[in-house]
Nanobody
């Protein structure tokens, strides 16, 4: 059974940093695309960053390029999202997701991902 558990969210002032973690189990890390998505109140879920070990592709939304970094620890089946220079508009529930389909990391589209964590709230105050 695929399981994804996020942690690391919280309240931070604008300009601050947070690191989100996603502990994954039930599947081979190398065979899945992994990603971070977020959903703010009243908005659609959007792809923040996705990557795949199978083709070494990495995607970042334009709004987070240069500020966020996705990384993985295959030994511990954990994927991270380091978020720096946070802005109030980064406030959202952040979700970790996984998908076995080749290519789903290329455009980081939520509808392509089959497995989801429960989400962790990130709030950035101005």
């Amino acid at each position: 059974e695929v399981q994804l558990v996020e942690s690391g969210g919280g309240l931070v002032q604008a300009g601050g940093s947070l690191r989100l973690s996603c502990a994954a189990s039930g599947f081979n890390f190398d065979d899945y695309a992994l990603g971070w998505f977020r959903q703010a109140p009243g908005k659609e879920r959007e792809g923040v960053s996705c990557f795949s070990s199978s083709d070494f592709s990495t995607y970042y939304a334009d709004s987070v390029k240069g500020r966020f970094t996705i990384s993985n620890d295959n030994a511990n089946n954990t994927v991270y999202l380091q978020m720096n220079s946070l802005k109030p508009e980064d406030t959202a529930v952040y979700y970790c997701a996984a998908d076995p389909t080749y290519g789903s990391s290329w455009y980081c589209r939520a509808w392509e991902y089959d497995y989801w964590g429960q989400g962790t709230q990130v709030t950035v105050s101005s």
